[in-house]
């Protein structure tokens, strides 16, 4: 892209109810008022011939083995890359709920391999900053509505963050979820705005995409993993 600018993509990441979703629209929202183009996305996108497969699994409708299942939310990943790219060069920034992390981390807490459940991730897009809401498992459970989803366990939760602590790379910035909402967002805005700043300089997305190997050697800041 040389030197034009463009959007930049913001990941928030964190166990179920840590207040990512709530945290994205009051960001995009914040964003959008200040005069800047800004989408909140989500994943899994519930809305596509993927994601329609996985809400049904989300919420036991259905059963799928683990490894089909972390295929097919990497598969909703993946359809979705090429309007993800085209909007970020269009110079909208994209804060997104979820991303390639969860995929891992979840996965990963299940006991399948980490570098099997890595692979699916090489080449998408990377974040040029993931805000992690780190809350414990047992807070996040006492919020409102805990439990109606199938991953919603605080024993199962509590491995899914030891799995994001094993993910946890230089592009990361982790945000204390026990706060007050607007203490997380203001941590939040100030993290986003700097990284947004950064992308105005039209650093290259297509030749910085996800790298999932070699965790401690990945110095660089525009490198996930």
Request: neutral net charge; hydrophobic residues 40%; proline residues 2%.
């Amino acid at each position: 892209m040389g030197g034009q600018k463009r959007g930049a993509l913001i990941v928030l990441e964190g166990l179920d109810r840590s207040g990512k979703s709530s945290q994205c629209a009051s960001l995009v929202s914040f964003l959008q008022q200040k005069g800047l183009e800004a989408e909140a996305w989500r994943f899994p996108d519930r809305t596509t011939a993927v994601g329609t497969m996985l809400s049904s699994y989300l919420t036991s409708a259905t059963e799928l083995d683990d490894h089909a299942v972390h295929l097919l939310f990497s598969a909703n990943r993946w359809e979705k890359r090429a309007l993800l790219e085209g909007r970020l060069k269009a110079g909208t920034t994209l804060v997104v709920d979820r991303y390639a992390h969860s995929g891992v981390a979840f996965s990963a807490a299940k006991g399948l391999d980490l570098e099997w459940c890595k692979a699916p991730e090489t080449g998408l897009p990377s974040p040029d900053l993931v805000l992690y809401l780190n809350i414990p498992a047992e807070v996040a459970a006492a919020r409102g509505g805990y439990g109606a989803e199938r991953y919603e366990d605080i024993g199962f939760q509590k491995k899914v963050a030891l799995q994001f602590e094993l993910l946890r790379a230089s592009n990361w910035e982790v945000v204390d979820g026990r706060l007050s909402f607007d203490d997380v967002q203001e941590i939040v805005r100030k993290h986003a705005v700097s990284a947004i700043n950064k992308c105005q300089g039209g650093r290259d997305l297509l030749s910085h995409c996800i790298q999932l190997w070699d965790v401690t050697s990945r110095l660089h800041k525009d490198i996930v993993y």
